[in-house]
């Protein structure tokens, strides 16, 4: 079988860049169509593609020729642009490989579409199917929709030119821009007058709310606002305040008012009435633990309360703000009634309002412990209104739509017309979808960018104190213009030519494909338990539902999303979910590599994409992959977050994907551990200097090696250790942990000192390199040291560098340690020197490192600067071991004394 490009080489810092760069694209790009959760980069999965399609060539200017086109491709502005060269070149180098047919090839997890989206664009007959049908309702807008009704048509709104030209444009964004206008002017005509500002000058951008509880102090039962911070433009330290009358803080409602204040000398606002969940009372200053906060949401004692408004000036261009009036707060009252008389009036089958039922996610789903368990409780009633108002005027306007479409699209066939005129209201049901992500009580305004935050800015619903509001009417934010400018420009500049494209829902676990069918299958799997996209996207699925069901009966036939058959463990976050165990993940995630096997031609690839923190992670799609028998012939970490964000966060998340590339080719029967080990050595390391030169680092690294170990293991169909038995994925990730952790510390010490330092010494090493200063998962910290040969139970207690809370594990600098009376280790001489060096106990400090033996042993300089280079700036052991570095010489110039407990410090590594 003929190696592709993939199996030989990418430009990883090239794609890395661009799909880093990428996730900062908003306008025009896929990814702002609608949220999706761990959408995969374009750029990644168009150059991943190209690469997987195409064969090795022979000859050197070939090949430099496919690295540059690869380079030149991933950026986003370069395929935006038409009849760009590059991007034409790698279509041909598809064509002239696959002369008798384009490629055709599937994702059966396509989420919001990123993989097939550039298989289309690159002219790849093109499958993609998910089990959740949010999913496919994005998927079908941009991948068959725009490609089926983006179709050119004379622009109905222009005449025809003095030359008899007349301008074209696109069917489908031309109909949906027409038809989203009409039902959103229709909207607005009926409640758009609950917005307005008393200035003719000024329009709301939204309202600032906050939930209240009653303080439990019997002597004092005032009403707390719950705010996190009062800032409302932190550049121009502009935020309000709560004011009191009198000296007193008391008023006779017991309930505090608002200014807008210029004066943060005296007053605080980064400092609201929540922190951590507790509640301060602003009265009586008394605290509410969480506990009795989360109890007063669940038995419905937490209210709202309006409190600012966020206007924008259009005659200044400027946003002011405002304390809410008497007038805000009655327009919002009059909404309110007109909502619950469409409520009155009500008399369809199913609730007019989503009262489906959240499910607790432990962690994941914080809103259900104060009491919010519905759907609708997200919101509240003006925004109820403007929802329910959008879906009843989307169905009013329907047989319109069908009639208009008859008109301007010159449909012959009547299916065609009446799948043209639903693709359209799909496309408006996305305009109105996006309203909840933007107008919910789980958005809030952030005072430092002066900016609405979306919903779902994690993948979580977590609790919001204070909300805002959005005014969809307006004309800065989020208004449903803006939202449906964006929609527009994506299905633009969707549009490929590629009617060969197929969208369907489907599991991953059961395929409707004949045997050997596809010439490639690139997919990104669900990671474990990342993420929760069904129980996530019931957010979206209520409303759409109801909006545009009838259209779609099959991909809105059940209650809230299905749940059943979604790849995924959950049964630690859910008593409902005691089925959704990591056993359930591995076995369906096998299920559906056994189908990505039995629907790939025999000489087919697949690319499957993996990302997840944990060893545990890992192990369950490893042994889900080895189950299906594909063999693994090269992997490739991919970074998808700018290095600078990771650095600022001073995360030790994971900065990479690896994209694993898969073939079906036969395995051998049986290997033997004692013989692969050395094969599975020499391909990690050569490997990894590669990954080190392209930069991956921290925990990254380990998770780069686990791919060229796979290579080697994957070719068998069982391992076999001396004594018969198997050897397992977790008994393989623990040969691969301890061969790049020995990689790195041998990079890091940068000589061969790395024998002279004792293992607790080389665990610490390992452990700041790959997660700085941060917590970890008690068993990575476990595997990690292990691989230096270390017993990490044996180390928490006394006097140590580890600390251990509940399931985690803390490794300590030297501040944190306090004073080391009698050191074990070098680490323990280097935390005792930082300490000495801080106070400037100078003699002490020389007598330490002489009687230790360390004054003359290169390596003890090599391991300081080693662990300082881990560090991030801004550490302060790092900024220690660079003070101390810088005058390390100075204390090491003396001779050494022959200490009498030099012997013991031998035992671990002094030489
Ligand atoms: C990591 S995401 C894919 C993201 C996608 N590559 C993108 O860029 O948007 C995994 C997807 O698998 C889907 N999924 C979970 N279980 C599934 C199953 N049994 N069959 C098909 N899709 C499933 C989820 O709904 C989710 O969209
Ligand atoms: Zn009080």
Redesign the pocket.
């Known amino acids: 079988m003929k190696k592709r490009y993939i199996e030989w080489d990418l430009p990883l810092a090239d794609i890395s860049n661009d799909s880093a760069k990428e996730k900062n694209i908003r306008k025009g790009h896929p990814?702002a169509l609608h949220i999706?959760?761990?959408?995969?980069p374009l750029a990644s999965?168009r150059a991943t593609i190209l690469s997987s399609l195409i064969d090795l060539p022979g000859n050197e200017n070939d090949k430099r020729e496919i690295s540059n086109i690869l380079k030149k491709i991933t950026s986003w502005d370069i395929v935006n642009k038409d009849n760009n060269y590059y991007l034409n070149r790698a279509k041909k180098l598809i064509e002239e490989q696959w002369e008798n047919h384009p490629p055709r090839i599937l994702?059966?997890?396509?989420?919001?579409?990123?993989?097939p989206i550039e298989a289309a664009r690159l002219g790849c007959d093109t499958y993609s199917?998910?089990?959740?049908p949010v999913?496919v309702l994005l998927q079908m807008v941009i991948l068959e929709w725009a490609q089926k009704f983006g179709f050119n048509i004379p622009n109905p709104k222009k005449k025809i030119g003095i030359d008899g030209e007349v301008e074209k444009i696109n069917f489908l964004s031309y109909m949906v821009e027409k038809w989203t206008n009409r039902i959103f002017n229709d909207v607005e005509k009926e409640i758009g007058s609950f917005f307005k500002n008393k200035n003719e000058n000024s329009i709301p951008i939204g309202y600032i709310w906050a939930r209240t509880i009653q303080c439990q102090n019997p002597n004092c039962r005032a009403e707390i606002p719950l705010i996190r911070q009062f800032w409302l433009a932190k550049k121009n330290k502009i935020a309000y305040k709560p004011v009191f009358q009198g000296e007193l803080k008391t008023n006779q409602e017991k309930k505090v008012n608002f200014e807008i204040t210029k004066d943060v000398k005296n007053f605080n606002p980064e400092e609201g009435t929540v922190s951590r969940g507790n509640v301060k009372c602003l009265f009586c200053d008394q605290i509410l633990k969480v506990k009795q906060v989360r109890k007063l949401g669940q038995i419905g004692k937490m209210d709202e309360r309006m409190i600012a408004v966020v206007n924008y000036d259009f005659i200044n261009n400027r946003k002011t703000f405002e304390i809410a009036s008497e007038m805000d707060k009655e327009l919002f009252k009059n909404s309110e009634e007109l909502l619950f008389s469409k409520l009155d009036k009500w008399d369809g089958i199913e609730s007019l309002l989503p009262d489906e039922e959240i499910v607790n996610l432990k962690g994941r789903m914080n809103v259900f412990i104060y009491g919010i368990t519905k759907w609708e409780q997200l919101f509240n009633s003006r925004q109820k209104l403007i929802l329910i108002t959008i879906i009843e005027k989307i169905k009013e306007k329907y047989s319109e739509i069908i009639e208009d479409c008859s008109k301007i699209g010159n449909f012959e066939d009547k299916k065609d017309l009446n799948d043209a005129a639903s693709a359209i209201v799909g496309c408006i049901s996305l305009v109105l979808s996006r309203i909840p992500d933007t107008n919910s009580k789980g958005c809030h305004w952030d005072g430092s960018w002066e900016k609405t935050c979306t919903t779902f800015a994690r993948q979580a619903l977590p609790m919001n104190w204070d909300y805002i509001e959005s005014n969809i009417f307006g004309i800065k934010g989020y208004t449903w213009k803006n939202i449906l400018n964006n929609i527009l420009s994506i299905i633009n500049n969707s549009n490929f030519d590629n009617q060969s494209t197929h969208v369907i829902k489907?599991?991953?676990?059961s395929l409707p494909y004949e045997n050997d069918f596809f010439d490639a299958v690139f997919?990104?799997?669900?990671?474990y338990d990342?993420?929760p996209?069904?129980n996530l996207?019931d957010f979206f699925y209520v409303w759409l539902k109801r909006a545009i069901g009838n259209y779609y009966p099959d991909l809105f036939s059940t209650p809230l999303t299905p749940k059943k058959?979604?790849?995924?463990y959950l049964s630690h976050l859910c008593d409902d979910y005691q089925d959704r165990t990591k056993e359930f993940f591995e076995t369906?995630l096998s299920k559906?590599f056994i189908e990505i096997h039995r629907v790939l031609k025999p000489e087919g690839i697949s690319v499957i994409?993996y990302a997840h923190k944990t060893t545990e992670g890992w192990e369950t799609m490893l042994n889900s992959l080895i189950n299906s028998g594909l063999v693994v012939t090269a992997s490739w970490p991919i970074h998808t977050e700018l290095k600078s964000r990771l650095i600022a966060s001073g995360s030790a998340a994971l900065a990479s994907s690896i994209y694993m590339v898969c073939r079906k080719t036969d395995r051998e029967k049986v290997g033997f551990y004692s013989e692969i080990k050395p094969l599975i050595r020499e391909r990690i390391e050569d490997k990894l200097q590669q990954f080190w030169k392209e930069g991956i680092a921290g925990g990254d690294f380990f998770i780069s090696a686990i791919g060229p170990g796979m290579e080697i293991f994957s070719k068998y169909e069982r391992v076999e250790k001396l004594s018969g038995e198997p050897v397992t994925t977790s008994e393989l990730l623990e040969y691969i942990r301890t061969v790049s952790t020995n990689f790195i510390v041998d990079k890091l010490l940068k000589d061969s000192s790395s024998t002279k330092i004792d293992n607790e010494s080389e665990f610490y090493l390992a452990y700041r390199w790959t997660y700085l200063d941060n917590e970890v998962e008690y068993d990575d910290a476990r595997k990690l040291a292990s691989a230096s040969g270390v017993d990490l139970e044996k180390m928490w207690g006394t006097g140590g560098f580890i600390r251990k809370t509940g399931s985690k594990i803390f490794v300590l600098g030297p501040k944190e340690r306090g004073s080391i009376d009698k050191p074990k280790n070098m680490i323990d001489v280097m935390h005792k020197a930082l300490l000495l060096w801080e106070k400037g106990e100078k003699d002490k400090l020389s007598q330490l490192l002489s009687e230790t033996g360390y004054s003359q042993d290169p390596a003890f300089k090599q391991f300081c600067q080693a662990i300082a280079e881990s560090l991030l700036n801004g550490n302060k052991e790092k900024q220690l071991l660079e003070g101390f570095l810088i005058g390390i010489d100075l204390y090491t110039r003396s001779k050494p004394t022959t200490p009498k407990d030099q012997t013991d410090l031998k035992q671990f590594g002094g030489s």
């Open positions: 990814s999706w959760w761990a959408r995969r999965s994702d059966p997890f396509a989420g919001g579409g990123s993989i199917s998910d089990y959740n999913a489907s599991s991953a676990t997919t990104d799997p669900p990671y990342n993420i996209y069904a996207s058959n979604e790849i995924v369906e559906s994409v």
